[in-house]
Structure formats: C-alpha cells, structure tokens
C-alpha cells in the first residue's frame, strides 16, 4: 500500500448533494492536511490536523467540514458546493515534533494522489 | 506572510539534456526548509529533495540538484541527464523550521511543467 490512499480518485457531484473524501495514512504521522488544487492556481491549504485537533482553518467556507477520528484518518465532507469548488484535492501527512509547549518542528509532507472533484 | 514564486509557467527539454528549474521565495525566517515536490500525471506529489536553510551546502539526491543562495533568495532545481519518467510538475515549497502550533505549514509556487521529448 501507498503512503497516503485517498478515495474517491474521481467525484461528480451536483451542487445539492453530500459526499465525502477520505484520506488514510499508514505511516504513523500525527498531523494531516488538505489541500485545495486549482487550474493555475498555487496549491491552498485548507485545513491542519495535529494531533487529531484541528490547528489551522484558513477561511475555509463552511461547505467544506473536515473531520479526523484518528491520527491514521482524514475526512472533508462536501455539501452544497459551488461550481467554483472543482479542482484537485490533495490530502497529506507529516510527522511534526514536539519540541517544548507549543512550538513544534517540522518534516516534509506525504501527499495522496488526490481526489478529482468536478462540481455540476 | 512567505511566498513562493517559480517565473517558468512551463518548460521543455529534449532527453538526456540538463534542464534547470527557478525558485525563489520571500521570508523574514532565519531557519527553514525549502523542497522540490514532482507531481506527475498520477498526479501523486512526490517529494524529490529538500534543502535546510542553514546548511550551506547544496543538496544533491542522484540526477536531481539544488542551487541554494539564502542571502538572494532563490532555490533553483538542475536535472541532469533527463529522463522521459522526468516529465511532470514540478513545486518548490518553503516551510518553517519551527512553528507554533497552528501556523502554517507548507508554502507552494505556482509550479512548472516540465516535458521531456524524446
């Protein structure tokens, strides 16, 4: 198995509907990302888990609700969305340390092969 | 705020050639580290090499090499001897050594789309 598995590879929704994407790492990381992946466009953070707690939320519109039951799995449920929200999204893990209170040390991320979501 | 700017929308090389990849970001951090992440069409980004701020010398991994210049910012990205399986985009990112939990985390350019012909 990869790294990082993310499922769907493909979703076509309407704007009405809900659905998930789901990421699970399987390398023993404490924190996790989504990314947002637009046409010529840098890659958006989206939202942080550390530690399955939520850290970063960078204005993301309510429409999108990220969920972490765990430290090995990563939702983002989608519901009512807009045309706009079609791109790429990319899910990934690091393994951050814990240096002293808050102040943590960074790794490099792993990255799924991301989830293409087409908005109708 | 960091940013992160790659001025080459795309480029092309024929194989076997060296082709070299521009970068350059803007911080006020004095540690951090910088990377070249590969996203070809599986569309999986790969990380290729990662560079420490405060080590001088240039990272190397194989065919894939880094030119670092901290005091002018840039981070550019030399393939030599290319390869077709070379064909993708290609990202730098910038992320801070150490952060608050919380703030940001990786910083990504617009990246670069790199064919190899053959």
């Known amino acids: 198995e990869t790294g990082v598995t993310q499922t769907p590879r493909h979703l076509v929704m309407g704007m009405t509907n809900k659905k998930s994407l789901k990421c699970e790492q399987h390398?023993?990381?404490?924190?996790m990302y989504w990314y947002k992946q637009s046409a010529k466009k840098p890659l958006e953070l989206m939202f942080v888990?550390?530690?399955?707690?939520?850290?970063e939320n960078n204005s993301v519109p309510s429409r999108f609700s990220p969920e972490c039951p765990n430290s090995s799995h990563l939702f983002l449920h989608l519901h009512t969305l807009q045309p706009e929200d079609s791109a790429l999204y990319l899910c990934a893990s690091s393994q951050d340390v814990i240096l002293w209170g808050q102040i943590y040390m960074n790794t490099e991320a792993f990255f799924g092969q991301g989830t293409r979501l087409t908005v109708v | 705020a960091q940013t992160v700017t790659q001025s080459q929308p795309e480029m092309s090389v024929q194989e076997a050639e060296t082709v070299t990849l521009s970068c350059t970001y803007d911080?006020?951090?004095?540690?951090?580290?910088l990377f070249w992440y590969k996203q070809p069409p599986s569309r999986q980004m790969i990380l290729v090499i990662r560079?420490?701020?405060?080590?001088?010398q240039n990272a190397t991994e194989n065919r894939f090499s880094v030119n670092f210049q901290k005091a002018a910012k840039s981070f550019s990205l030399k393939i030599s001897d290319s390869q077709l399986g070379d064909t993708a985009m290609y990202f730098c990112a910038f992320m801070k050594h150490l952060i608050i939990q919380g703030a940001q985390k990786l910083v990504f350019g617009q990246g670069t789309r790199l064919t190899i012909n053959p």
């Open positions: 911080t006020s951090e004095n540690n951090y580290y």
């Open positions: 560079q420490e701020a405060y080590k001088q």
């Open positions: 888990y550390s530690l399955e707690e939520r850290v």
């Open positions: 390398l023993g990381h404490n924190a």
